[in-house]
Nanobody, 123 residues
Framework: QVQLVESGGGLVQAGGSTRVSCSASGLTFSTYAMGWFRQAPGKEREFVAGISWIGGSTYYGDSVKGRFTISRDIFKNTVYLQMNSLKPEDTAVYYC????????????????WGQGTQVTVSS
């Protein structure tokens, strides 16, 4: 049984930093592309960052490029999202997702999802 569990986040001041983590179990982590998505109230879930299973190439949504960094630890089966220079518009529930095979930024092509973790950025 595949399980993704997010942790971290919380309340952060604008301009600050935080990190969210996603611990994966029940899958061969090194063969899955991993992604972070976020959903703000009243908005669609949007792609934030992704990392491929081959070589660990990384990809970012336009709104977070240069501020967020995705990384993974294949020995710990964990993927991280380091968020710097946070803005109030980054406030959302952040979801971890896993997809067997190649990377994609398309939400519907991910196979497994975590329950989400809230990140709130105060102005």
């Amino acid at each position: 049984q595949v399980q993704l569990v997010e942790s971290g986040g919380g309340l952060v001041q604008a301009g600050g930093s935080t990190r969210v983590s996603c611990s994966a179990s029940g899958l061969t982590f090194s063969t899955y592309a991993m992604g972070w998505f976020r959903q703000a109230p009243g908005k669609e879930r949007e792609f934030v960052a992704g990392i491929s299973w081959i070589g660990g190439s990384t990809y970012y949504g336009d709104s977070v490029k240069g501020r967020f960094t995705i990384s993974r630890d294949i020995f710990k089966n964990t993927v991280y999202l380091q968020m710097n220079s946070l803005k109030p518009e980054d406030t959302a529930v952040y979801y971890c997702a896993a997809r067997r095979g190649t990377y994609t930024n398309t939400r519907t092509e991910y196979d497994y999802w975590g329950q989400g973790t809230q990140v709130t950025v105060s102005s």
